[in-house]
């Protein structure tokens, strides 16, 4: 069974960082690109960051460009987000999520909550 | 960037009855690249639809997936309580890599 559990979420002043992970279980991150997908408070999803299974291609949205970092150990199939220079604007549920036909995400975490505030 | 427009934002319709949700690009998208999520309160989003037309793993046949180009369809045909939630079309793309519509509130009337 595909089972992907967030950890990591916190509150965070601005400016400072936070490193999110995901675990999964049920299938190697080896061989599924993954994404991190965020969804401010009362707002809809915008992805953030992605990661090549076979490749380790990173890919990230302008919005998170230089400041966060998506990364994975597949020794521990544990998806990583590096997020430093938080800004007010990262406050949201961040959710990882796995990719199914190569263009969409059949499987989701539970989410993680990053609120970024002083 | 391609940019998903949904309509309407809020849908307001009676169990039993057909729901038509549209999602509309600015540019055209390969049908291969479009998909559907149902989102509830407090949960993750789930997939429906994939590909534009396939169904994923599970979802029942109620939910069906059409249109190409720039001007693509959810549509249930019966709707069931549990059927009311928040809908999202997604595409992929290259810059950036994924991109959401702002979402449909499909709500009891």
């Known amino acids: 069974e595909v089972q992907l559990v967030e950890s990591g979420g916190g509150l965070v002043q601005p400016g400072g960082s936070l490193r999110l992970s995901c675990a999964a279980s049920?299938?190697?991150?080896?061989?599924?690109?993954m994404s991190w997908v965020r969804q401010a408070p009362g707002k809809g999803l915008e992805w953030v960051s992605a990661i090549s299974g076979s490749s380790g291609t990173t890919y990230y949205a302008d919005s998170v460009k230089g400041r966060f970092t998506i990364s994975s150990d597949n020794s521990k199939n544990t998806l990583f987000l590096q997020m430093n220079g938080l800004r007010a604007d990262d406050t949201a549920i961040y959710y990882c999520?796995?990719?199914?036909?190569?263009?969409?995400?059949?499987?989701w975490g539970q989410g993680t909550l990053v609120t970024v505030s002083s | 960037e391609i940019v998903l427009t949904q309509s309407p934002g809020t849908l307001s319709l009676s169990p039993g009855e057909r729901a038509t949700l549209s999602c509309r690009a600015r540019q055209s998208v390969s049908s291969s690249y479009l998909a559907w999520y149902q989102q509830k309160p407090g949960q993750a989003p789930r997939l429906l639809i994939y590909?534009?037309?396939s169904r994923a793993p599970g979802i029942p046949d109620r939910f069906s997936g059409s249109g190409s180009g720039t001007d693509f369809t959810l549509t249930i045909s019966r709707l069931e309580t549990e059927d009311f939630a928040v809908y999202y079309c997604q595409q992929y793309g290259r810059s950036p890599l994924y991109t959401f519509g702002q979402g449909t509130k499909l709500e009891i009337k």
């Open positions: 049920g299938f190697s991150l080896r061989s599924y690109a």
């Open positions: 590909g534009a037309s």
């Open positions: 999520a796995k990719e199914y036909s190569g263009y969409d995400f059949d499987f």
